[in-house]
Each structure stands twice: as C-alpha cells, then as structure tokens.
C-alpha cells in the first residue's frame, strides 16, 4: 500500500491512545494487580487475566446459512471496501462450501439449487485470545463498542494471532473450487504481509459492507422473500452466541 | 450523447498516452463501444482511435507461432486461410460470431476486450448493477438465463466472447502493449472475473491496449472445434460454446477443452482435460468427459439448462474431433 | 344471447366514434347488436345500384387474380419512401421522451426547471401541463399519467432543438416516485391478495379483474356430455407476451399552419381515426386535420390510432409553433407500444371411441397488461368456431398487471387460442388413437358459426388441410412419436388447424372512383396501406370492376385530404370491407360509362354502342356489346364524350345472414438436437382459405410474413420481467429473440397453398389474409416437437431450456 492508503487507513481508525491492546492491557493490568517484577511471562499473564476481563463486541456478523445462496458478494465487497481504504483485499469474511446445509424454502423456491453454502468470519471472540500474543499495538479492542480488529499499519505478520486464534474455517471455501490457504479465521496476506481479519469495517459509514449488500438481505428488506431474520446480521456478542455463530 | 474528444494516434506509444486520461476509451470497430456510449453506461470524455496504427492487423506465422494483430477484422480471421489451417476452432469462432456487418468492422482485440451482454449491466436505468460501479446484482433473484454456472461472485454475468473460448483451448498468448512496453500474458490469465475486479473483464489497465495474440506451435498444429449455440444462427450471443483441441491420436497426450456462456471468464474443463489424458476417445470416453465438464455447477434460478446443453455440446465437440 | 335494443342516436354515435370502429372490428362478438343495428341502418339508407349489377360476380376475371408487384414498391425498395420517421421539416423540433423505471409508481413531484433550462429546449410536456385527454378505450390511460402502471411508461416529453439536447434534457428531470406494489403475472393478479393496482376507481374492473370478458357461453349441457365420453383429456397451455417490433417505431410529425389547421405525419394504420382523434382533442372540425401515411415501417396492429404520440407532438407543435417531431427509441417502443398479450388457457374435452369430439370446455385467462385492452376475449375466437362441439362451455376473464399495455398483435388472440387449442386436440387426437390429420378432418366445424348459428359465407378448411397435408408429405412422413431418431438428431412432423374471424369482418367504408379523359383510373380508396399492398389491391378491384387496364389505374393513398373515409387498416378486412366499397364504387362508375356509351350524342344524336346499358359490359379498357364483343369502343372514347372526367361512388354495408370466417391449416418438419435442445425448422407449409386472392404476389407475400411471426412466437419472442422490480429486461432487438431469414423456411421450396372457395359476401369472393395465417405456425411446431422427441411441451415460446428440461425427464423415466 502507498503512503496516502496508509495514512488513510490509520485515519479511519480510532486515536492510539483509545484503543486498547496488548501494551495498554499490561499496562492497566500490572497497575491493576500492583506487580513490580516484571518478566516476560509474567507479562503474558498478567495479560491473559486482564484480556478475560475485556469488554464483549457490541456487534459481531452472524449468518444464517439456510438462507444464504453462496453469491459471493459479501467476500467480494468485503475485499474491495478494505483495498479502497488501504487494508488487504483479503476478504474477512468467506463462504464455506457446507454441502449438508439445506436451504429454506423461501429462498429455495428461487434458487432451488444454491444450497450448502455457509458464510463465516471473525467471531468477536468474549476472550480475546488473538491480542495478548501480539507483539505490536497490531491487534486491539475500540473500548466503545468491544470491536476487536487488527491496525495493519502496525502488524509486523509474525503469526502469533493465527497460533492463537482458537477458530478454524470449518471445510473449504466454495470460492473458486473449494481452494483454502488458512485454517484460521485471521488469514495472511501475502501482497501486503500482514494478517486480515474481520474488523466489522471499522470507521466505514454505514458499518460492515457485508450486511449492507448482502443480495438475500435486500431481498428480505424489501419484501421480495418473506423471512423474520436475515442472511447476515449484527448481534451483540456474548458466550451463548459465540457458540452459535458459524 | 455528450461531447467527447476524438484522437487518432499513429503509433502503439502514441496511443498509450492517450489513454492516461480520465474516461479515455479505445475505438476499433466500435461495434460494443458505441453502443456504451448511446446508452450512457460508461462516462467517456476521449475517444482514442486505434484504426490509423499501422501494422497491427496481420494474420501471419512466425517462429512456428500463428500470430494476430489485435486490428484484425473478424471477418478477416474467418475467412483466413492460415487461420482455418492452423487454428480451426478460432477460424470457427470468428465465423460464429455476430452478422457479416459486425464481422466487418470488429476487431478481435475488441472482440476479447468487450464488455459483458448481462441485461441488467446494459439496462442505463439499473445504475446499481456491480459493473458500473454499484452495488447490487439483479441476477441472483432476477431473469439469469444469460447467467453463469460458475465463478460468481458478487457479478454473474458471463464472459461474451466467442474468440476467448477458441483462443482459450489453443493455449493463446496475449501481448498487451502499456506505458512500460510490452508483456505477454497466457489467454486464461487475460481473463479476469469479478473476484479479482468486478468492473473489469479483462487483464488491462486503462492505458494499456492489446497489440498481439499469438497460438503456440504445440497447439496450431493440432485438430481443434468450436461450437456454438445460440438462440438464433446469427447475431446472438452464446448461450453455451465449447473450444476443444487435443494432442496425440489415437490416444490423447493432452486435452484443452473450454466453456462459454458459463463463467465470466472461459471456463477450462479442467477435470474432463485430466481424464482424457491416456484415453482413446469412444463414446463411452466422450459421453464420461462431458459429464465431468460441468461437475460443481450452481445455477441460478433460469440457467440450469446450460448443465445439459454444455455436456452435449461437449459431446459434440469431442465427437468431431474423433472422427 | 339477447339482442341489445340500440337507438338511432346511439347509431349515429358509433358511426362517428373511431374507437368504435377499432375496438368492434377486432372484437366483434361483443359489439355483434351494435354491428348489426349500425349495418340495418346504412342498407336502409343507402341508395341501391341496379339489381342485375349488384348481383354480377364474373366468373372469370381478368385481374383480380394476378401476381402484381405493388406500386409502392420502387420507392421502397431505392430507399426512397418517405416514412414518417423520414420527414424533415425546416425548423423541426426533436422529442426525448423520458419514462418510468417502476413498474406502479405514483408521480409525487417532478421538476422540469434544469431540463427547460437547458439552451436549446423549447418545452417540457409532464402531466401536469399537458391536456387532461384520455386516450381510446382504457378511462385511466391519458396523455400522460400521474399514476405509472408499467415501467417503460412515458413519464414526461422534451421538444429541443435536436435530438441530443432533448435526450440529455430527459435525463435532467428530476422525478419523485412513490413505488407501489406491482404484479406481472395475470394469475398471481387474480389470486386473492394480490396487490390492488389501481383501476377500479372507473367502474372497468374489479379489483384486478376487468369487468368486461367475452359473455360466458354455453351449448347442451358440457358436464354430462363429458362425463360420459369413452375418451376424456384436459391440459393447461401458455403464451407469453409478445412485442410487434416494427422496424419503424411509432412515430409522428405536427405542423400547425396557423391557430385551426393542423398537419400531421402519422405511422399509423388508421389515417382518418388519427384525424377524427387529433380533431376531438383540439376542437377543429375533421376537415381542418390532414394526416399523411404513405409509408409505413410495420404496424402489426399496433398503430391503431395516435395513442400518445400524435398527441404530444401534436401539443408540442401547438406550444412551441414550430413543427415537432417525435419517434419512440427502441426501448421506449418495446415498452410503451402495445403487446400481444399472455394468456393462460384451460381445456377439456370429451370424445366418443371414434376420436369425435361431444363435449369441449375451454377456461381463458388473458393479460391485459396496464391497462384496460379491448381485444382480450379474442383468444375465445379460434376456440368455439374450429371444432365441432354439440356440447360445450366457453368462459374467458382479462387480468389488469404491469406489464406493457396489451393490445391487437397480427391476428390478435387467435395465435395464442390455437397454441393452445390445437396441442391440446392433438393430444386428444393421441388418446383416442388417431392420426392427427384424421382427427381434424373428423372434427373441424365445415358449415356454420355454431353460436350465432349463421351459415359461413365459405369455408375452406377441409381443401386447407388436405392440400397441406400432401404438400407436405403428411402420409409418408408421420410416425410415431420419438420413432425416428438418427443419431443425436430426431425428425418430428405436426399440423394445425385454424378458424378466425380476421379476414371475415367487414365494416361500413366509402370510395370514389375518378377517371379521365384519357381512360386512366383514379381509385380514391381510403385503407390506410400498411405494407401489406392494400393499395395496389384497391387499384386492382377498382380496374377490374370498371373494366379498364391494370397499367391505366392508379390508387390514391395515405393522405386524409385526398382519400375517401374508412375504418383503419387491421383485422385483415380492408380485402371484405375496403375492397368492397372500391368494387361498389366501381359498379357505380361503370353503370355511368355504360350509360354514357347508349347515349345518343351530337351531331349525329348516335350513340357510341348501340342498346340498352343492360347489353354491354367493359374489360380490357373498352366497353363492348355482349352480344358480339368486337363492337367495341375504348373507355376513354366514351368518358371524353361527356366533356370531361367522370367519377362514381359507393358505400358498401353487409348483407345479413351470414356467418363470416376465415381458415387455416399448418404443416410443420421439424429437427431437435437432443444433445443441445436445438430446434430446426425444416420445412413449413401454409394453406390460407382467402375466398379468392386478389393480388396473388401479395397473398404468398402476406401469408410468408405472417407465418414468421407465428414462427417467432413458439421459436423465440418473448418479454421477461424482472422478478422483483416486474420491469422488462428484454427491451432491445439483441434479447428479443424474433427469427432472421435463417430461423424461416426457404419459402421458394414450399409456396403457400392458396385455397379458393370464394365468398358469398367479399368482393369477387375475396377475404383477407394479413392475420390468419399467423396462428397455425406455433401450434404445428410444437406438435412436430412433440412428434420429434415425444415430450410435450404446453408453453410457449417453446425455447432451448424448455426442450432440454423435457429430455431430461424422459431420460429419467
């Protein structure tokens, strides 16, 4: 990326000094607890305990499969919000080829053969289990509203997010064949060398583009199918629905 | 229609230049570009006329390769005789594309560069539609018989080409000319799909032309097909196509066999190349290949037909090229 | 069915309503009291030509009969015919038209400040300031409407000084939409909660329904007949809809010449409808209005009358005082010009073992579209009058949607009543084990209309198909269904049988007849010609019935200010009605000349012939004694003898008693790729009954045309709607998939069989052509695909997707 998307990624992000990460939490943490001696595994500690005690994402992209009809729109506009602001063209989000999954009869009465298809991303995890690993201010959390993402500016791609991220990409992606280069849900960019993950397309108007132009939502929105729930949604993330995401 | 500037560079450079401007398109034939411009799908404030470069409309062999200047006329490719010798499926696909008048003026530069026939993309009152820069796709719950079976994402229109699929099963390379020179790209790379940018079909930066395509010698000497159905024997677009060529006879060294209408880009039938390989072809072999050609499909709501009618055209294609 | 009683005032009324005339001639059973009250009327009050010339049908004629290349024909064919959309005029306005893209949308605000602001525009029409006028039938369709019912509709117009200052002007208004619940499917309109789309305000419909249908119809008693029949069938069959796509769209040119007189260039079938309209809309008496349509680029049926765009340019003319011109862009005309409509047709019929039918029932739907259309229970027409049917039930409902206005398309309903009809009797045909061929000639109604119970004036079904049949190699070429598959390839072979009203109608019309001193033969016809060579064909009644040479006579045509008055030029009965009125006129004309000729004349007080009038006859350009036919004398001998030219005239009206009808029969060869459900038209053979051909060159040509477009309509032509926002797609000749040159059979391999039974009413035993002939192809085709592959297939445009999902089904089974 140039300096002019740089600059302008780190100007669509919260200020440094807001944001909390892996430094801020030792920081707080220590003061917290009153340690003086400080180690490096003391530090990883302390940090884990203070990371338990971090606020839950107001917000986290949950799908319904039996609704989705795998279009790929979500990855597509995903990546090219990202590029536009100077972050990786790595979609954070991907759909999963679920063969099992069927569809439900009001989007299946359209498209009776796109089933199987299951959106997954990031899931805003309570614990964050992702930051206290990271050795830069990479990853951090909006103390506003628990938004878990990662500042490339600052990601140096060492790799310990992807180690720790407990969540793995349940089967192959329905992109291009089934192809799937990461395991994880924070995945390597290799154009940019740093790690991308779903950042709830934090300091976009308007907030995650996935949810804005996913086809099935418009669809639901506007009464052409009949549905309480739509493909892709915002919920508050707590223990219960991190059980439940995809 | 607003005005434009109208600029007929007389040298590939010249023309590179120009195009480093805003809303700068290239004009050959003019055959899908105009229609564009009528329509108001695509703003256009400079008009760079590619006509008066000379040297870039020959159809000639050279070091064993057949090659084509991006200026050649339609017309003059289906009527070569060099082209029906050496590349049958290209000199076919020419043949099979358009009307007589169309084939006259249009290039295959512009014939491989053209922008997409999805209804909605050429429907000025649909401004939402991906390819002109929004952000919705009237396809996936609209009319998509035009539509593909594979590879969409976001955008479902289908690449339109009739000369991609041939160049495409002939293992083609394009030579594209910018302001750093020239580079050459493999045909099935040239072709991009909304993945990759969906306001874009092919491989070209805005000031970047195609000057060249060339047909390896390991592929221009071989048997090649390609057929085409349509709704009509004229004018129309493919509804389904298939470029095949194979190396070795009786037994197949190696296949290439690619789709149309199916993808937004030519849709290489990857597993029916792999199973051909070591085969004789016979029914059995033809009827099996032309099975695995669509395997992974995912229509839409309108377009399943294209499953049984690319396997048949598979079957046919292949069929000729036994006997 | 109870006559209606009709007044003399209502007489007189619909003597003057063009409406009247368009609307009953293509729905004439639902105006039948009204017909024939009006026709009582013009025979009482018509003075009568002498007996023995009225009753004279010469046997043999001596041009009426020949193949004739049409006089418009050399300006055609160089390029020099000025069409409407050729007119140029110093100082013309141009016309963009903006229209809507919401298929139901009321207009809640729409600015026109940057358009009219813009160099170059000289006014804006929206419907806001262009006059509150309703257009022809429908009473919520004007000018143009607040209320959008389908998209594509005219929304608002700008006359600039060239076409792209108007378009980029169009593109400057700034329209506020309320988008309202729309529906493109007829039965989906019907079904109970639909959306309400707004026309029942005017007492035409209820809820979506139209409240007018063709009247429910009942003959002996349907459900006991069916219940006891040895062989039983019943099916549901599809049409879409369809566009005309005139190579030339509508199109109109205004020039005021002052305040009160008003010229207009017009593509339209109906010169003096569009006059008597564009006379209403602006208070001018109907003398004051010129209208001109020499050349026309296709009509079809849809250039009826001046709908909206005579009218705005007409306005527009009028606002801005300078000439305007306005031509509907392709897309706008796919859209906004009328369509043959869609329809949903249930069928049921019972047979006895013999295969003959006892019991028919036939469930209409058809898709008005936006707006109310007058010819919906057309599909009804094929359906009671082809087959015979002692007992049967005809019922028939017209549903209001959003798609594009329905109106009259080449034959109108009659194309998609045979679709379905005639699989339909086929399969019948299949279940009680018959040849299809038999099946129709055991079955087709021969002799009267079965409701009116009228003898038909002729009836030349059973010489159509027996005459097609071997044409066509019925009896080698039939087999079994699916029985002859070559490889991938699979030969069908299907037939058709057809009845119509188009071609049989015929109306109150006037001509004149001028001729000079030098014997050459003005007609003063007034059809409108179309392109179908209505005016060559006047030219050859009018020189037949006078008795000049052909190469003497001329017709004038296309220009209101020199023809004589008429209904418009559809419904194929300018051959009955227009053509009768020329051979009226005619008679009157001759009996003048034979007159003139027994007339003792200076100095010699001798006479030119000598006798009574009664003793002569003309042909050839003289007039002779029938007794001794070389005591002759050349026509213009005897008209130079009165001083100066001689004119007759003559209104022509039907004589009762007869039931009128015209028929078909359609053979088709067809060859499915059962690898890419390719369709091939092999060979196509039409038989038209038209009573006798007057231009036989025009009748091949006419039956050619035709038969393309019935092709279309089973091969390919079809509008889709986009599901969610119901806005077509298809709008362009690219994705409207109407058959080329290559899609059409080599008709110089298979002439069009043309069977003569004459007519006891059409002039020299003439009816029309120009329609019937479209309905047997689709129906023959589908037939020959079902015989091809041994699927069936009851939808059409009968496409490739079609084909191959039916393959797919018996692969399985």
């Known amino acids: 990326m140039n300096e002019v998307q740089r600059q302008a990624s780190i100007d669509t992000q919260p200020a440094e000094t807001d944001a909390v ?79 099992a999954v069927a569809l439900r009869t009001e989007v299946a009465s359209y498209l009776p053969t796109r089933a199987g298809f299951s959106p997954a991303t990031c899931k805003q ?44 990409w349940q089967g192959t992606w329905a992109r291009n064949g089934g192809a799937k280069i990461s395991s994880k849900r924070v995945v ?14 934090i300091g976009r108007e308007g907030g995650p583009v996935c949810v804005e132009r996913c086809p099935v939502n418009l669809a639901i929105q506007s009464g052409y199918i009949k549905s309480a729930n739509l493909c892709l949604e915002l919920v508050a993330s707590t223990e219960e629905q991190w059980k439940k995401l995809v | 229609m607003k005005s434009f500037e109208h600029m ?77 010798q050496k590349a049958p499926a290209l000199a076919a696909a020419a043949f099979a594309v358009a009307s007589p008048q169309i084939r006259n003026a249009g290039t295959l530069g512009g014939n491989l560069a053209q922008k997409v026939r999805c209804w909605y993309y050429r429907d000025a009152d649909r401004a939402d539609c991906y390819k002109r820069n929004g952000s919705y796709c009237y396809a996936i719950f609209g009319q998509s018989e035009l539509h593909a079976l594979f590879d969409g994402a976001a955008c479902f229109a289908v690449t339109p080409s009739d000369t991609a699929i041939a160049l495409s099963a002939l293992a083609a390379r394009i030579v594209v000319a910018g302001p750093k020179g020239e580079r050459e790209v493999g045909v099935d790379d040239f072709f991009i799909g909304p993945a990759v940018d969906y306001m874009r079909e092919v491989a070209l930066a805005a ?87 669509t395997e992974g499909a995912k229509p839409l709501a309108n377009n399943a037909y294209k499953i049984r009618l690319t396997q048949g055209l598979v079957r046919q294609a292949l069929t000729r090229l036994a006997s | 069915m109870k006559a209606k009683k009709i007044t003399e005032k209502r007489i007189l009324e619909l003597l003057d309503d063009p409406q009247f005339n368009l609307i009953a001639a293509e729905s004439p059973w639902a105006f039948a009291d009204e017909i024939e009250a009006v026709n009582q009327y013009l025979m009482a009050t018509t003075p009568k030509l002498p007996e023995h010339l009225r009753a004279v049908q010469p046997q043999q004629t001596r041009i009426v009969g020949r193949r004739v290349a049409r006089i418009e024909d050399p300006d055609r064919l160089t390029g020099q015919a000025i069409f409407t959309t050729d007119v140029r005029l110093p100082g013309m306005l141009h016309t963009a038209i903006l229209h809507s893209p919401h298929a139901h949308a009321l207009i809640e605000n729409i600015d026109t400040s940057a358009a009219e602001a813009l160099p170059g525009v000289r006014a804006v029409l929206t419907y806001k300031n262009v006059l509150k006028e309703r257009i022809g039938g429908p009473p919520d369709m004007f000018i143009l409407n607040q209320e959008i019912h389908f998209a594509g509709e005219e929304v608002a117009a700008v006359a600039a000084e060239d076409i792209h200052t108007a378009r980029e002007a169009a593109g400057l208004i700034r329209v506020t939409y309320r988008v309202l619940p729309s529906v493109t499917d007829a039965e989906a309109a019907l079904a109970p909660g639909a959306p309400d789309l707004g026309h029942g305000a005017e007492g035409i419909a209820r809820g979506n329904q139209l409240a007018m249908s063709y009247p429910l119809t009942k003959r002996g008693n349907f459900d006991t007949a069916y219940a006891g029949a040895a062989v039983k069938h019943e099916g549901t069959y599809r049409t879409s809809t369809l566009q005309h796509a005139t190579l030339e769209p509508r199109a109109a040119v205004a020039l005021w010449h002052g305040p009160d007189q008003l010229t207009v260039w017009a593509s339209t079938q109906y010169i003096m409808g569009v006059r008597a309209e564009l006379a209403t809309t602006f208070g001018l008496p109907r003398s004051h209005v010129r209208v001109i349509c020499q050349h026309m680029g296709g009509g079809f049926g849809d250039k009826s009358s001046s709908v909206r765009q005579g009218r705005i340019a007409a306005i527009l003319a009028r606002m801005t005082q300078r000439p305007v011109r306005v031509e509907y862009d392709r897309q706008l005309n796919f859209n906004a010009a009328s369509h043959r409509y869609a329809t949903v047709v249930k069928l049921q019929a019972g047979a006895d073992r013999g295969g003959k039918l006892a019991a028919y029932r036939a469930d209409a739907i058809s898709d008005s579209g936006a707006y109310a259309a007058f010819s919906l229970a057309d599909v009804m027409v094929s359906l009671v009058r082809t087959y015979h049917a002692e007992n049967a039930h005809f019922q028939q409902v017209s549903a209001l949607t959003n798609r594009g206005p329905s109106g009259f398309q080449r034959c109108v309903g009659n194309p998609q009543g045979t679709f379905c009809q005639d699989i339909f009797m086929d399969e019948l045909a299949e279940k009680a084990g018959m040849d299809p061929l038999d099946f129709r000639l055991a079955n087709v109604e021969t002799k009267v209309d079965q409701d009116r119970k009228l003898p038909w004036a002729s009836c030349g079904i059973v010489e159509c198909l027996q005459e097609g049949a071997k044409a066509i190699g019925w009896r080698q070429k039939w087999h079994k269904p699916g029985a002859a598959i070559t490889g991938s390839k699979a030969h069908g072979i299907g037939m058709t049988a057809h009845a119509c009203a188009h071609g049989s109608m015929a109306f109150p019309m006037t001509a004149m007849m001028k001729i000079d001193r030098d014997g050459s033969l003005d007609v003063i016809q007034s059809t409108t010609d179309i392109g179908g060579g209505q005016s060559t064909q006047m030219m050859m009644i009018g020189a037949e019935t006078v008795g000049v040479r052909l190469e003497d006579a001329h017709p004038s045509y296309g220009d209101s200010a020199f023809t004589a008055d008429s209904v418009g ?41 000598p006798g009574k009038p009664e003793d002569l006859d003309t042909g050839d350009g003289f007039v002779f004694l029938k007794a001794d036919p070389s005591k002759r004398v050349p026509i213009r001998d005897v008209v130079a003898s009165t001083g100066g030219p001689m004119m007759g005239q003559g209104a022509h009206t039907i004589p009762a008693g007869y039931g009128m009808s015209t028929f078909a029969a359609g053979f088709a060869e067809v060859e499915v790729d059962l690898d890419t459900g390719d369709v091939r038209l092999l060979r196509y053979v039409a038989a038209n009954d038209v009573g006798k051909a007057v231009n036989r060159l025009g009748v091949e040509q006419q039956i050619e045309g035709a038969s393309s477009m019935g092709i ?34 080599k008709w110089a391999d298979y002439k069009p069989i043309i069977v003569e039974p004459g007519d006891a009413i059409g002039p020299y035993g003439a009816k029309g052509v120009g329609e019937p002939p479209t309905s047997p192809p689709a129906p023959a085709i589908a037939n020959a695909i079902y015989n091809a592959i041994g699927v069936r297939i009851h939808d059409a445009p009968i496409t490739r997707d079609k084909v191959l999902a039916g393959l797919a089904q018996i692969r399985r089974g």
């Open chain 2, 8 to 84: 007929s560079p007389t040298s590939v450079q010249e023309a590179v230049k120009m195009l480093s401007v805003g809303n700068a398109r290239v004009i050959a034939g003019g055959t899908d570009l105009l229609g564009i411009m009528k329509d108001g799908l695509l703003p256009t404030d400079r008009v760079v006329d590619l006509k008066a470069i000379p040297g870039l409309d020959k159809i000639r062999e050279e070091s064993g390769e057949l090659r084509i200047g991006a200026l050649a006329r339609i017309g003059d490719l289906a009527s070569s005789a060099l082209v029906q």
């Open chain 3, 712 to 745: 279309g309509m089973v091969l390919g032509e079809e509008m889709k709607f986009d599901g969610p926002g119901n806005f077509p797609v298809n709008w362009n000749w690219e994705n409207y998939a109407m058959p080329t040159v290559l899609e059409t059979p």
């Open chain 1, 188 to 201: 390597y960019d290799p154009a940019l060398n740093v790690y991308a993950k779903c950042d709830l397309c």
């Open chain 3, 569 to 609: 030029t559809y419904g194929s009965l300018q051959t009955m009605t227009g053509g009768s009125a020329v051979r009226v006129a005619g008679l009157d004309l001759k009996w003048r000349i034979l007159q003139q000729a027994t007339k003792p004349l200076p100095p010699k007080n001798a006479p030119l012939l």
């Open chain 1, 125 to 168: 995890c309570p614990t964050p289990w992702c930051l206290p690993n990271c050795p830069t201010d990479g990853l951090r959390i909006d103390p506003a509203t628990g938004n878990r993402y990662i500042n490339e500016a600052e990601c140096i791609a060492c790799g310990k997010c992807e180690v720790d991220c407990p969540v793995e």
């Open chain 2, 207 to 293: 000031d970047e032309i195609i000057v060249d395509v060339r047909i390896p010698s390991t592929w221009s000497a071989q048997p090649s097909v390609f057929l085409k159905a349509a709704p009509r024997k004229a004018i129309d677009f493919a509804r389904g196509s298939v470029g095949a060529a194979v190396i070795g006879s009786p037994v197949i060294q190696k296949a290439r066999i690619s789709l149309g209408a199916v993808a937004p880009t030519p849709k290489r039938a990857t597993a029916s190349e792999a199973f051909l390989e070591g085969k004789r072809l016979d029914a059995a072999t033809i009827a099996k290949a032309a099975e695995l050609a």
């Open chain 1, 21 to 99: 990460s892996r430094r801020s939490l030792v920081t707080g943490g220590l003061a917290a607890v009153g340690a003086v001696a400080v180690g490096v595994a003391a530090l990883g500690r302390a940090a884990n305990v203070a990371a338990a005690q971090q606020p839950l994402a107001k917000q986290v992209v949950s799908a319904d499969p039996t609704l989705c009809v795998g279009c790929l729109a979500c990855e597509v506009n995903c990546s090219t919000w990202h590029a536009s602001v100077g972050r990786s063209a790595e979609p954070r989000i991907r759909i999963l080829a679920t063969p």
